[in-house]
């Protein structure tokens, strides 16, 4: 066994048997107390059903996917304009930056049949939906990053000659892209739930309209396996979104875990 | 023609509609090739000094001539070393030493060159392409120096740059930058609130009042070169030791300056 998988497991076994340990109680449970298949559905079944019905949930999951990665992009995008803006025009700061904190109080559940008179039905009401959730937490990151270069870094570079675009290009962006990241990273983790909402609203494809269309049909281990995919999905576009991070930061990673080696008492 | 010359500067700050004078006509000039440090107590403003130097700040009022023109920029002309190594955590040594090089627009290669050359007198050979957090307090500095080398300018401006270090690796570096600066007679201007210092490795010592701070007097520093860690003890370093105390602090005891 490498190095690797051991440290992955030691990393996985504590959440991984916790889970095990609570779908084993929820299995038992579900055949000792008889509970209908409707209300609960034990684990068992959910598996079954992931199973039987894996083109279908392949087909709706494939649609939503397209959502959660173009309206990231799009907030990805935007998020980074906007937060650079922010950052270098102290006029953008004060006019526009209130507006984006105050924008984030409207919940997104009450906009979205706006979109779909304004926009329509078709994937793009979604992708605007999923990049109204995702681009907050990038654009927010990204500004406190580029807020907390410090100062006598921006001096030293000033020293050299540099001029403004100079400092930034050298200095604060890459100080700020650990933030960046981290925004894109909790972007990237809620970016489902965004495309789940836009789905419900208005929708004839994807995972949300599935379990909108299940949940009538008391079909309820197939809402169960849709919430399995839509779990997956967030979490694979997470760990995408932190190994992008790893292979443009190494320094940063390895600087993490240089911090994370502690000295044990034996 | 001095290499840096100040005159009749003067700086203020505005503190809650407060006007706070922190340098009351300072005028001094350092020659080309000169070793000059400025003492003065904590917080008297020697930085705010050294950073109107270096142009990050402008004077309230009074000159400043680099190679004897008063230009309207001043940034870029002088190499400036702070405290803090101010290394980036994302750049290798080399990609650190050769930031000021990058920012002249030299191509990486080029740059990267040069600073390789530099390594062994550096003493960072084999940690070329180490990150700094790797590093100890005593080579990130060396590494910073490197980079103050680099930038290629004939006055280097150094902010209480072994501040940070502890007394052994002090030392140590003192004794590096003294030979270092023997072989390059750079013109240098060096901060620092350490008396042994500023007169083991200066020519001159400028000592500075307490805020707002004026130049109360020069020592000549008449001690051989190259300097020696043995004459930290001897009779003549002793006596401009205390002469260097008693203008500090305008008596005969060595003691605190007023806060």
């Given at each position: 066994m490498t190095r690797w998988v051991k440290e992955r497991l030691n990393e996985w076994w504590p959440p991984l048997a916790l889970m095990a340990g609570a779908l084993a109680l929820w299995e038992g449970l579900a055949h000792a107390l008889a509970i209908p298949r409707w209300l609960l559905p034990p684990p068992s079944a959910i598996v079954r059903e992931l199973v039987a019905r894996g083109d279908l949930l392949a087909r709706h999951s494939w649609v939503t996917l397209q959502e959660v990665l173009a309206g990231f992009a799009v907030a990805f995008t935007v998020g980074v304009a906007c937060g650079v803006a922010i950052a270098q025009w102290r006029v953008v700061e004060r006019g526009f930056y209130p507006l984006v904190v105050a924008s984030q109080t409207i919940p997104i559940i009450a906009i979205a049949p706006l979109l779909l008179i304004w926009v329509g039905y078709d994937i793009r009401m979604k992708v605007i939906v999923v990049a109204l959730i995702c681009f907050f937490p990038i654009t927010v990151n990204l500004v406190d990053g580029l807020r907390s270069v410090d100062p006598d870094l921006v001096n030293l570079l000033r020293t050299m000659g540099a001029g403004r675009w100079k400092v930034f290009l050298m200095v604060s962006l890459p100080w700020a892209l650990p933030y960046l990241f981290s925004g894109a990273k909790v972007a990237a983790a809620v970016s489902v739930i965004g495309a789940v909402i836009g789905e419900w609203v208005g929708a004839s494809a994807g995972l949300g309209w599935l379990m909108t269309q299940a949940v009538p049909r008391f079909q309820t281990p197939l809402v169960f396996a849709s919430l399995v995919a839509l779990g997956v999905m967030g979490i694979a576009l997470f760990q995408a979104t932190a190994l992008v991070e790893r292979l443009l930061l190494p320094w940063h990673y390895t600087m993490k875990r240089q911090e994370a080696l502690k000295w044990t008492s034996l | 023609m001095p290499a840096v010359e100040v005159k009749g500067v003067r700086k203020a700050y505005a503190l809650n509609g407060r006007v706070v004078p922190v340098l009351d006509s300072v005028s001094f000039s350092v020659g080309p090739g000169e070793f000059v440090a400025i003492l003065g107590p904590s917080g008297c403003g020697k930085s705010t000094l050294l950073n109107l130097i270096a142009g990050l700040e402008e004077p309230s009022a009074g000159t400043i001539a680099i190679q004897g023109a008063v230009p309207r920029k001043r940034t870029g002309l002088c190499a400036y070393m702070h405290q803090k190594d101010l290394l980036l955590p994302w750049r290798t040594v080399l990609d650190n030493a050769i930031l000021p090089l990058e920012v002249q627009g030299v191509p990486r290669k080029a740059a990267r060159e040069r600073a390789l050359a530099l390594m062994d007198v550096f003493g960072l050979r084999g940690f070329e392409h180490a990150y700094p957090f790797t590093l100890s307090g005593g080579m990130r500095q060396r590494a910073a120096f490197l980079r103050t080398v680099l930038a290629g300018k004939s006055i280097v401006l150094l902010d209480?740059?072994?501040?940070?270090?502890d007394a052994l690796t002090r030392a140590s570096l003192q004794d590096w930058l003294a030979s270092l600066w023997e072989a390059l007679r750079l013109t240098v201007l060096l901060v620092t609130h350490d008396v042994e210092e500023a007169l083991f490795l200066a020519d001159r010592v400028l000592v500075l009042t307490p805020r707002?701070?004026?130049?109360r007097g020069v020592v000549p520093v008449s001690l051989p070169r190259p300097?020696?860690?043995?004459?930290?003890?001897s009779p003549p370093f002793v006596r401009l030791k205390a002469e260097v105390f008693q203008m500090l602090t305008g008596t005969q005891v060595a003691q605190e300056a007023p806060p």
């Open positions: - | 209480e740059p072994f501040g940070a270090l707002p701070a004026r130049v300097r020696q860690r043995e004459m930290v003890t």
